[in-house]
């Protein structure tokens, strides 16, 4: 079996070939690994922010491995994989491929998406630890650099819904449904919850009659109710538009009007999204 090693020396290029002996398994694993330099310099404290998302909070440069002896420089034939982990033992580190690059950079919305994939908390200072793993030819020839060290302070990405999201949710109308005003309102006019902030209902529904959503089944308990707001025109947002919050103690003071079902009788999907507000209405 045999290995082939591409060298780049100071006089140019040499093909060398071999057998793949201990010897030069014995060369490869007395690499001098690479070094690595950092921006800011390590160990340093970095705090994200949601403000300089865009700038570059870290990079890290590293000096080309010498395999085989030390006046022969460069993973050739091999890649330089950056690893990150929340302990300097690495036991389960996130790995980036670097390729042949001897410079990898972060800007600070990258970095602060990576911590979190990794389950850091945001908000809170954490010790992270960097280290260049180079490979020279099989995964076995492999030599790490020294480790870097930081503390890091992820921001929160998370946006607050425009409305706060109900526990449950119900259509309520006397007249764009069958069966009229119930109390209370049976389980068919319960919406589903589809995500952390999205509910779904699929019902037939009569045309051009009002209809509100409250978040209890007993129609005596009104606040809060989700309706359209003061001035816009129910028939033009049958499909879809935005809605608010209104009820006892609510700013709009009972001032919110109705949500006025599609012109044509039939079974549809309705969806209200409490992140930004906004309810579609889709004929199935």
Not at 24 to 47: F, G, K, M, N
Not at 78 to 89: F, H, R, V
Not at 229 to 258: H, I, K, M, R
Request: aromatic share 12%; hydrophobic share 40%; glycine share 6%.
């Amino acid at each position: 079996m045999k290995k082939v090693y591409l060298i780049l020396g100071l006089i140019g290029l040499t093909l060398v070939t071999g057998c793949d002996t201990e010897i030069d398994r014995a060369q490869v694993s007395q690499a001098v690994a690479p070094v690595v330099s950092a921006t800011p310099v390590a160990p340093s404290v970095i705090v994200l922010q949601e403000e300089t998302a865009e700038n570059i909070m870290l990079k890290l440069n590293w000096s080309a491995t010498k395999y085989l002896n030390e006046s022969v420089a460069g993973s050739v034939i091999g890649k330089y994989t950056l690893q990150i982990d929340d302990t300097a033992e690495f036991t389960d580190p996130e790995e980036i491929n670097a390729g042949d690059a001897l410079t990898y950079q972060f800007k600070g919305k990258d970095l602060n998406r990576l911590l979190i994939e990794m389950n850091f908390a945001t908000e809170t200072a954490h010790q992270v630890y960097f280290r260049i793993k180079s490979t020279f030819f099989l995964e076995a020839d492999v030599t790490y650099s020294a480790v870097s060290q930081f503390t890091i302070t992820p921001y929160s990405t998370y946006i607050p819904p425009v409305i706060p999201v109900p526990a449950q949710l119900y259509l309520a109308s006397g007249s764009a449904v069958e069966g009229g005003w119930l109390n209370p309102i049976p389980d068919s006019r319960k919406f589903t919850q589809i995500s952390d902030t999205q509910f779904e209902l699929i019902i037939n529904l009569y045309a051009n009659s009002n209809y509100e959503l409250i978040t209890s089944a007993d129609t005596g308990n009104y606040t809060p109710v989700y309706r359209l707001a003061p001035g816009v025109t129910p028939s033009a947002v049958v499909y879809g538009g935005t809605f608010v919050a209104d009820g006892n103690g609510y700013p709009l003071n009972w001032s919110s009007q109705g949500i006025l079902t599609p012109p044509t009788d039939g079974l549809y999907k309705i969806t209200f999204n409490f992140q930004d507000a906004t309810y579609t209405v889709v004929a199935q």
